[in-house]
């Protein structure tokens, strides 16, 4: 069965920091692949999507990339966080034509 | 116009009643439709996809309208269980990019 996951689950970063939060995917091959943010309060924003290794599709311009070295995993990167990068991220697949969607269990962001 | 369309909500309903959400969506491709809920610092569940025909499981219905590009959930008998948000998701054809409403809130008062 597919599965993913996404990790660290939570974590403090201070302004300036890096970042790097990493979503693998199981059971599939050539995944869509999804990382969504979620601010306080706020709807699921696309941030990139990718359909295949090195595609990355970026939705939002801003201090933040992502890149898929492998079919099955999709990393989210800054070199520097800001204050404004704090929230709830999401990774997610779509199986093909996107009939089913798969989410990671999320990671909570806090830049202080 | 947003690409997926919510009741800005939030919405606050005694327990027992009837609730209905409505979501538009602007792309006429879209090809699968879906509600999922979220709670408050969790990752969207699944709580239908939507079909043409409509489908519905226990207190739960969901409509699919092509022609009007509208989509409705209807939850019967509300439970306090129910409070959470709902999102109205859109996977596009082609890119099967997956596009979020913002999500309704719901608070089912005892």
């Known amino acids: 069965s597919q599965t993913i996951h996404q990790w660290p689950a939570t974590l403090v970063q201070p302004v300036g920091s890096p970042l790097s939060l990493e979503c693998t995917v199981e059971?599939?091959?050539?995944?869509?692949l999804y990382w969504y943010r979620q601010a306080a309060g706020r709807g699921l924003q696309l941030l990139f999507y990718s359909i295949g290794i090195g595609q990355i599709s970026s939705e939002v311009p801003q201090n933040l990339s992502a890149s898929r070295p492998q079919d099955r995993q999709f990393i989210l990167s800054s070199k520097k966080l800001l204050l404004s990068d704090s929230g709830f991220y999401l990774c997610?697949?779509?199986?093909?034509?996107?009939?089913?969607?798969?989410f990671g269990e999320g990671s909570w962001l806090t830049v202080v | 116009r947003k690409e997926v369309e919510q009741d800005p909500g939030p919405f606050n309903v005694p327990e027992g009643a009837t609730v209905a959400f409505n979501c538009t969506y602007s792309n006429s491709a879209s090809q699968s439709f879906f509600w999922y809920r979220q709670d408050c610092r969790k990752e969207p569940k699944l709580l239908m996809s939507v079909y043409s025909s409509g489908n519905e499981d226990g207190r739960f219905t969901a409509q699919l309208n092509r022609a009007s590009q509208y989509i409705s959930l209807l939850i019967r008998d509300s439970k306090l269980s129910d409070s959470a948000t709902y999102l109205c998701v859109v996977v596009k054809v082609g890119d099967d990019k997956i596009i979020f409403g913002k999500g309704t809130r719901l608070h089912i008062l005892p």
């Open positions: 059971g599939t091959s050539n995944p869509n």
């Open positions: 997610a697949q779509t199986t093909l034509r996107g009939n089913t969607i798969y």
